[in-house]
């Protein structure tokens, strides 16, 4: 039986995860869970799943429920003991959104457990530093994105496969071709209206303004350790092609299905082994045109920033997504217009020192002060 730690247990991710537990109770065991501040949420997961040990990282919401915990189960609250959780089990779920998800994917590593990794932000920021404690500890990753499943599918479960391009798609979100002159006046209510995926909030917005895209090769770049020359990006409307590897022979090989994230959590969980997921089968005569269409990089200011940010490399991807983060977060609160989430990023990463990644102290730093520079853009020069 696999022994889980489930670190961001009440997103999106996470609930699908417990999803994917109460379909194979057999296989799986949560032994810890923690959650932010959703404390209602999580206490109904702890009470279904009994782990041994559970964490609310939000101290006042974790005070409110002590009292209902069952019996045998372990809880405390706060960021140290969240950490803690990750010394139960044999494989951590990183669920969690956010640059915090780096400081847990790398006690993870330092804890020796393998990684199903649904946290963007591990290898955005710390890319180089993660993949080379990962390759010391000689533990497990696997890639929980629907991309990067799919990459990795196609790849035979493996990140050190050859191959000649890595094909990543997208569904182009709900404003493909739109000028920067009709994307002014988007309101987050509309942003938010995914055409093809049910998410978050923060990582629907970044699918709008494709950021989440420019994560994604970042990410590939340091799963698959190659250039950014060898990685492509396509948009395929309806989200069925997931992602594509041409190899040398000149041969493709495609991960198809219909959009679902609980394929490629369960596949991280069971794999080599695939097991019934409650997926409909692809009916293939009612599909139509699969189409692709290209992925204009100027034409969407974000993902340009973010392949600029890759190219720099060293702390710009962390300042990105620092900058990322803060400015999504003010546009959802009404504070900036959709257009401004690009100018906010572009100030931070030309206000960002080079410094060499070298440890989390370098990382965390470089994501405080992009943070900083982004309240103070939004502060001083958005008005809304």
């Not at 009994?50 to 706060?78: C, H, M, N, T, W």
């Not at 997504?321 to 609160?333: C, Q, S, T, W």
Request: overall charge negative.
């Amino acid at each position: 039986m696999k022994k889980i730690s489930l670190i961001g247990s009440t997103g999106s991710i996470g609930r699908q995860v417990c999803n994917v537990v109460r379909r194979y109770r057999d296989k799986f065991q949560i032994e810890s869970i923690v959650a932010n501040a959703s404390a209602e949420a999580f206490l109904s997961q702890v009470l279904e799943f009994k782990p041994r040990y559970a964490v609310l990282v939000d101290e006042e919401a974790g005070k409110k429920i002590a009292d209902k915990i069952p019996q045998g189960v372990a809880f405390s609250y706060g960021a140290q003991a969240g950490l803690d959780a990750l010394t139960y089990g044999d494989t951590a779920v990183i669920a969690t959104t956010g640059f915090s998800g780096l400081k847990y994917s790398l006690k993870a590593v330092e804890e020796k457990k393998n990684i199903a990794l649904a946290n963007k932000e591990t290898l955005v920021c710390g890319g180089a530093l993660v993949m080379e404690k990962i390759k010391r500890a000689g533990i497990a990753l696997m890639p929980v994105d629907s991309e990067h499943s799919a990459l990795w599918q196609a790849l035979s479960y493996r990140l050190d496969a050859p191959f000649k391009r890595l094909i990543i798609t997208a569904s182009g979100g709900p404003f493909y071709g739109k000028t920067q002159e009709e994307l002014k006046s988007v309101t987050p209510e509309i942003a938010l209206r995914h055409p093809t995926w049910n998410m978050g909030a923060k990582i629907t917005v970044d699918s709008a303004t494709l950021l989440n895209k420019g994560f994604e090769v970042i990410e590939a770049k340091w799963l698959y350790n190659c250039p950014l020359t060898k990685i492509h990006t396509l948009v395929q409307p309806t989200s069925i092609v997931h992602s594509l590897v041409e190899f040398d022979d000149g041969g493709i090989l495609a991960q198809m299905s219909y959009p679902t994230m609980e394929l490629p959590i369960q596949l991280a969980l069971t794999y080599p082994e695939r097991l019934p997921c409650d997926l409909p089968s692809l009916d293939f005569e009612k599909l139509g045109k699969i189409e692709f269409l290209p992925l204009e990089r100027k034409a969407y200011p974000c993902y340009d920033l973010a392949l600029t940010s890759a190219e720099l490399g060293d702390n710009y991807p962390c300042a990105l997504n620092g900058a990322g983060e803060v400015a999504v977060g003010a546009f959802l609160n009404g504070r900036i217009a959709f257009t401004q989430i690009a100018d906010i990023i572009q100030e931070v990463l030309e206000g960002t020192e080079r410094v060499k990644a070298t440890d989390y102290e370098v990382l965390s730093a470089t994501d405080e002060r992009a943070r900083a520079l982004a309240n103070e853009y939004i502060d001083t020069r958005c008005k809304h």
